[in-house]
């Protein structure tokens, strides 16, 4: 079982930067994939960033250039780094840990782009 918390969330104008962090409850030596997805009202849940245990990372088009996604082992934590934000990036973003036989949650952090 692995728990995740993200934080970081928030109001900010557009242009703005945020970084969001998600911490795990157990060591990321399991975790194959850690991604962040997002999802606005009215729309599906879509991935925004990726990273994989190998480093390889993988961006939404739209944010790419924009968004950047980290991790710190020894932390248990993965980052977010949005700059340049856009109102289209309001939704609530959540973390996600991919495991060999299991996928894990987290419970979401809100981030709002508006002047």
């Known amino acids: 079982q692995v728990q995740l918390v993200e934080s970081g969330g928030g109001l900010v104008q557009p242009g703005g930067s945020l970084r969001l962090s998600c911490l795990a409850s157990r060591s990321s030596v399991s975790v194959n994939t850690m991604g962040w997805y997002r999802e606005a009202p009215g729309k599906e849940r879509e991935l925004v960033a990726s990273?994989?245990?190998?480093?390889?990372?993988n961006y939404a088009d739209s944010v790419k250039g924009r968004f950047t996604i980290a991790g710190d082992s020894a932390k248990n934590t993965w980052y977010l780094q949005m700059t340049n934000l856009k109102p289209e990036d309001t939704a609530v973003y959540y973390c996600n840990a991919r495991l060999t036989f299991s996928v894990y949650w987290g419970q979401g952090t809100q981030v709002t782009v508006s002047s």
């Open positions: 990273l994989t245990r190998t480093g390889t990372t």
